[in-house]
């Protein structure tokens, strides 16, 4: 099994900045592509940004130039730095990984718990 744990999300101000970690855990034979989502009270969970084991990013149009992911292959992380902070940013974020368990033959979605990340003045 992989475990993912999220944390770094809290309560800031408009246009300050937050970063996110998630570290995998457990039997992890590779890690593919890892991803950050989020809620809003009412919404559907929406892609943020994913980052492939090679390094491409991909980025919602609300939040390029604004976010930025980046991961560290040797401690299983991936992290979501995000600045000038909007009120529509406000959300529960998730970390995602497709990844492959010791025992398992192909990869599969993960996700961890979430972590509130609020934005109000």
């Known amino acids: 099994q992989v475990q993912l744990v999220e944390s770094g999300g809290g309560l800031v101000q408009p246009g300050e900045s937050l970063r996110l970690s998630c570290v995998a855990s457990?039997?992890?034979?590779?890690?593919?592509?890892m991803g950050w989502y989020r809620q809003a009270p009412g919404n559907e969970r929406e892609l943020v940004a994913s980052?492939?084991?090679?390094?491409?990013?991909n980025y919602a149009d609300s939040v390029k130039g604004r976010f930025t992911i980046f991961r560290d292959n040797a401690k299983n992380a991936v992290y979501l730095q995000m600045n000038s902070l909007k009120s529509e940013d406000t959300a529960v974020y998730y970390c995602?990984?497709?990844?492959?368990?010791?025992?398992?033959?192909?990869?599969?979605?993960?996700w961890g718990q979430g972590t509130q990340v609020t934005v109000s003045s």
């Open positions: 457990g039997s992890i034979f590779s890690i593919g592509a």
């Open positions: 980052i492939t084991s090679g390094g491409s990013t």
């Open positions: 995602n990984a497709w990844a492959r368990a010791t025992m398992a033959l192909y990869e599969y979605p993960y």
